[in-house]
């Protein structure tokens, strides 16, 4: 009747159909198949039905295409070829990754860490388009259409996919020797309560920093003599003699290893934090 849509044909029965034919015989299709003859005859019984036509006519010996038959599958075999088609381009872009990834991280851990990073996966996978977005704030990835997110630290629970990709690191305390002349070194977390200390404010509680001792963890509340939203700028002013730091490894490694800055209260120091791609 006007109006109404097509029936829904069996996909299964449909190519079932196209390869009886192109093999000459049930039989021989089926063993392609690795399905039963009886089954592969059913499907294409099941078929006829749904279009009210014989496709095939058979015999004991022989096997032939009806008119219906052959207008059928002059059809159907485009139609079918496309479909394979289809399936062979997507276990392509499975196996041969291609296309744009969008990424985003950190301002200071993309300036620092992500350009080697990418450059390698570039020249591995030819055919991807990388897009790096450095941010400051925590992205939603589904929201803003961002394929994949470099994190360090515990992940919030979620239904996003997460997998540990690098090496730990660490948030270490640092200080100038000048600093260190003029304040004296701390001994114990307890002792920085009477030092002046340089705190992250992006960090939830930028003022309350975590440590180890023995199976316990603690958390002393310093007192910052100022903040900033970079670690690049707390690594400047721990270097100037400001205060200590706390600083990721790839910020204040370098500082260290040229003699400006040095690593305080190391026993204490929390388990090293992952990164994640998420």
């Given amino acids: 009747m006007p109006g109404q849509s097509a029936p829904q044909r069996d996909l299964n029965a449909v190519a079932a159909f196209a390869r009886v034919v192109e093999h000459g015989s049930f039989r021989a299709a089926a063993r392609v198949l690795g399905i039963p003859k009886s089954t592969l005859s059913l499907k294409v019984l099941e078929l006829e039905a749904e279009l009210g036509a014989r496709l095939l006519e058979r015999t004991t010996r022989s096997l032939r295409l009806t008119d219906a038959g052959h207008a059928y599958r002059e059809r159907v075999a485009p139609a079918l070829e496309a479909l394979a088609d289809a399936a062979r381009a997507v276990e392509e872009l499975n196996t041969t990754p291609s296309g744009r990834l969008r990424m985003t991280t950190t301002v200071e851990g993309g300036q620092i860490l992500i350009g080697p990073l990418v450059a390698e996966y570039l020249k591995r996978y030819p055919a991807v388009e990388v897009q790096v977005h450095l941010v400051d704030r925590h992205v939603d990835l589904i929201e803003e259409g961002f394929d994949l997110a470099l994190r360090g630290g515990a992940l919030p ?113 929390l388990a090293p934090l992952p990164w994640h791609a998420v």
Avoid at 196 to 201: E, G, I, K, R
Avoid at 205 to 220: A, C, D, E, L, Y
Avoid at 238 to 251: E, S, W
């Fill in 157 to 269: 629970d979620s239904t996003l996919v997460a997998r540990k990709i690098a090496a730990p690191g660490s948030l270490r305390l640092y200080a100038s020797p000048e600093y260190l002349r003029r304040r004296g070194t701390p001994k114990h977390p307890n002792q920085l309560e009477k030092h002046d200390c340089l705190a992250m404010s992006a960090q939830s509680k930028p003022t309350s920093w975590g440590f180890q001792i023995g199976k316990r963890q603690i958390s002393v509340e310093v007192r910052a003599r100022s903040q900033a939203n970079s670690f690049v700028v707390l690594r400047d002013l721990a270097t100037a003699g400001i205060g200590i730091a706390r600083l990721p490894d790839y910020i204040g490694a370098p500082a260290h290893e040229a003699g400006k800055l040095r690593v305080l209260l190391e026993p204490f120091l």
